[in-house]
């Protein structure tokens, strides 16, 4: 059972530090012999190899001081901990015993604190962890916490009106640094921006999982489904799994010989393919192949300009190219999934808006990419954008409505917003299914995803890509509409997770008070006690 949350000292407070001599045997004193009642400091007792005894003024109490009052046992010498309650805390734990604690006067010491030293003396962290034992616990030196509701956030992605802004609402405070580990939250485009070696975990939040390309590559998120497929087949298959062939279209892997080999060996007269590179996103290097001439072609290309030291990451897909059009135009969906937290996983999806071209669907024109991709990066490149803009995007309600009107006869009323959503939904639980037990988890890694589906002439609905790093564009009203208020519920729920996972309350829908329009797709499977609270 976790321990009490202490009581934070106010930020105000002066330290106060008295030291005296004392030839006593080392102990741990709390207190005077006296008990600490409410608004009482323990006076905490600490005495070095040379006899010099550092009494400490705390308002957190220290309980069961007997398990440390044992003169029998041998001394072992001392080393800081890695976890302390917003200041210095001393353990023992088999290094070198420090030097004498001999500060000048308290702004001495606040230096000392402040600056981490060599081993054995000081070392600064802001966190405090109930996996440390009491007994453990020999000395505490009170400081206020140096990154409370402080956090970083990146540029470009229109981050500062959808991040920013609504974390300086909520009363957070923006460090422009980098490089600086002084933050309780990070937000980036890039995993790269983010050095997980120094990640606290339980203290800090940062909006990428480590190995989250699991998902958000082609390649990644193809082999992490065809991994889960042989687990289902191996394992016995459940009568409501849904099968990969189901909702993710045929690929191969050009980086594989036998996969490309066995792409050309069933290649058929005047089908269409598309070849996706791994990790690029905004349309960047698609093309459409309806010939093995052409084919080869390309493949030579690549060839040509690759690095001898880097393997071809690039994907070949079946085309889907009798999807369902809106007045004669090709559409997408953007949805999106909230990892809220890893340990324990609460995962989120909630349903986003409609990417429309801009001009109408042809088959026999490859080279268009403006008539096959959907994303507001290739829309832009087509003249008429800025007078047509509103008209590439559209809300769910919007599309509901278009489907009531023109397939009455084909899908019940209100398809898009009820049978639609629950395919969807199910598709998503079953890609995180496949990569749950793969994910790097921390208590404050959370991901926001965006997944991209495609709707064929028969209503099947198909996964397309995951982005790591979905635009956050409001250049149209309706993006206005759901983006910013997409960021905000998926700010508000993380945060809340994370406030009552370190503090070891329970989770569940009812207790959640920012869930919003976010509905749970998977909850606290994977649950492990977390190092630092």
Known sequence: MMDEVPTQPDNGKDLHIDLKENDEDEHFNSGSGEDSHDGAENSIGVKDDNGLQVDVASTIPISEPSKCNNSSSKKPPWKPSRTLTQGLLWRRHGS???????????EALKRRMSTPSVKGEFFGYDSYSHNTPRSSIYGVITKPPRTALSFYCGDGNNFNYTVVQPLIEMGWRRITDLRSNEFRLKWVQCKSSIDYEIFREGD???????????????????????????????????????????????????????????FIEQFQPDEMWISKPSGANQGKGIYIVKSLEEYNERMSGHEAHRKPSRPLERIVQRYIDRPLLINGRKFDIRSYMLIACTSPYMVYARDGYCRLCLRE??????????????????????PTYEECKEDTVWSMNQLNDYINEHFPDVKEKDWALNQLQRRIFAIMSHVFNAVKLKLDCRLGFFELLGFDFLIDENFNVYILE???????????????????SVVREALELTLEIWEKSRCGISLNSRSLEHQSDWKILYSGARQRKSSCI
């Open 96 to 106: 070198p015993p420090p030097r004498k604690i001999e500060p000048k006067s308290i």
């Open 204 to 262: 800090q939040l940062v909006n990428h999982i480590p190995n989250i390309n699991l998902l958000t590559t082609k390649l990644g998120l193809l082999d992490t489904l065809r991994d889960h497929e042989r687990t289902l087949d191996r394992m016995g298959r459940r009568f409501w799994c849904l099968r990969m062939t189901d909702f993710f279209p045929e690929s191969f892997k050009l980086n594989v010989k036998s996969e490309r080999d066995a």
């Open 361 to 382: 669907y042809t088959h026999t024109d490859t080279r268009d990419m403006i008539v096959h991709l959907n994303n507001q990066f290739v829309q832009k490149r087509d």
């Open 466 to 484: 995951i982005n790591i790093n979905p635009a956050l564009n409001t250049n149209c009203k309706i993006l206005d509409d759901v983006i910013p």
